[in-house]
Structure formats: structure tokens, C-alpha cells
């Protein structure tokens, strides 16, 4: 089945350091990646997303390539702020018709001034 | 606004108790899910609706039910919670199902089964 593998938190730096969370997934077909972000007691929200091989998505600074000969997604942004402090998923959905988002556990990012 | 919005937000009660988590939408979405978060586990779907009265079953389903009766509502049923069904849930929405490229969160409601 379906599955993905994040980076175990928490995950602590600095305020203006470089972010990255791992990700490696595993799926039958030709999936769609996702990066979730969840602030604190809020609800999921959509930070980007790759539908294809080689694309890269982007949004608020964060970067995330479709690595498909290693099977990867994982997020990055130059200069983190205090304000990126979060919870981050990523997750996959499979071939058309299939109607679920496969989350990972999920990584705790904690930016300190 | 669009939003997705749950009640309550934190509910507590006792093993047995029937208990329902409403979910609304006004975007006029055709998909909605319910998912449970747990440390360590992630977002596991319970869930979802591809349209009025169309459920299916998704990777955790027992001890739980829903119906969609109308398209902006999909609440979430427990007949008999247990201890075990202490999560937090989070109800989703999406235009469509066939391809799940933007899902819509709700801001979870925090459930405890003493």
C-alpha cells in the first residue's frame, strides 16, 4: 500500500537558518505530493504541492522537488522565521479515483529568535 | 468566507455515550472526509463522501458512522465511544474526489472518551 516517511522531530533552530524536512514515499501509479502545515490549534492548510516528476513546488519561501528515482519530497526554506513554527506533513494521493491523502507523521519545527 | 467548520471543539465524555461532531461547508464542495490525528500515527482517514449519499469506508472506520444527507453537512457518528476513540478530529472538504488536489480542514475537534 500507499505509505510515507517523515523526518522524526522535533526539529529546533534558529531564527534565519536553513530548514529541511525529509520525505520519502512509497506508491503504486504516479502520485501527488502535498506539504500540509498545521499552526497551532488550527486545522490543516494546503503549503504546496507537485503533481508530476521534476516539479517543484513553492509557496512563502518553502521549496519541495518530485524526486521520483529516490522516491522523495522533501521541503526546504533558506531562512526560516519565528512564524514558521508549525507542525508539517506530507503526504500523497495515488491515481485518479483514489480519494484519500496518506499523511506522515508529521514534524514539529520550533524557531527560536 | 470559505471555511469548513466543526462543533465542538473539545468535548468530553464518558465510554457509551452516543456523541455526534457536526461538519459544515459553504463551498459547495462535492467530497468531504473525517480524519483522527494521534501522536506518532499521523492523519488516518475514517471517512469520506464523494457526494450526497455516497460513503465509503476509509482506513479506520470501526466505531464509527456517518451520513451525508445533504452536501454541505457530513457529521460524524459514535454510537458507543470507547477509550481508544480519544483523538483529534478534523473534518475536510474538497471540490471533487477524483482528484484530491486541495483538501479544505476544518480546526479539529478534540475528543476525549474517559
Known amino acids: 500500500g500507499n505509505s510515507v516517511t517523515q523526518m522524526e522531530g522535533p526539529v529546533t533552530l534558529s531564527e534565519e537558518a536553513f530548514l529541511t524536512i525529509n520525505c520519502t514515499y512509497t506508491a503504486t501509479g504516479y502520485p501527488s505530493l502535498f506539504w500540509y502545515v498545521q499552526y497551532p490549534g488550527e486545522g490543516l492548510q494546503l503549503l504546496l504541492k507537485?503533481?508530476?516528476?521534476?516539479d517543484k513546488g513553492s509557496n512563502k519561501g518553502f521549496e519541495a522537488t518530485y524526486r521520483k528515482e529516490t522516491t522523495s519530497f522533501h521541503l526546504e526554506k533558506g531562512s526560516v522565521q519565528v512564524s514558521d513554527s508549525a507542525v508539517y506533513f506530507c503526504?500523497?494521493?495515488?491515481?485518479?479515483?483514489?480519494?484519500?491523502?496518506?499523511f506522515g507523521t508529521g514534524t514539529r519545527l520550533t524557531i527560536i529568535p | 468566507e470559505a471555511q469548513v467548520t466543526q462543533n465542538p471543539r473539545y468535548l468530553i465524555t464518558v465510554t457509551g455515550k452516543k456523541l455526534t461532531v457536526t461538519c459544515s461547508q459553504n463551498m459547495n464542495h462535492e467530497y468531504m472526509s473525517w480524519y483522527r490525528q494521534d501522536p506518532g500515527l499521523g492523519l488516518r482517514q475514517i471517512y469520506y463522501s464523494m457526494n450526497v449519499e455516497v460513503t465509503d469506508k476509509g482506513d479506520v472506520p470501526e466505531g464509527y458512522k456517518v451520513s451525508r444527507k445533504e452536501k454541505r453537512n457530513f457529521p460524524l457518528i459514535l454510537e458507543s465511544p470507547s477509550p481508544n476513540q480519544t483523538s483529534l478530529y478534523f473534518c475536510?472538504?474538497?471540490?471533487?474526489?477524483?482528484?484530491?488536489?486541495?483538501?479544505?480542514f476544518g480546526s479539529g475537534t478534540q475528543l476525549s472518551v474517559l
Open positions: 503526504a500523497l494521493s495515488a491515481d485518479f479515483g483514489n480519494e484519500k491523502l496518506t
Open positions: 507537485a503533481t508530476k516528476a521534476d
Open positions: 475536510a472538504s474538497s471540490v471533487t474526489g477524483g482528484w484530491i488536489e486541495k483538501l479544505f
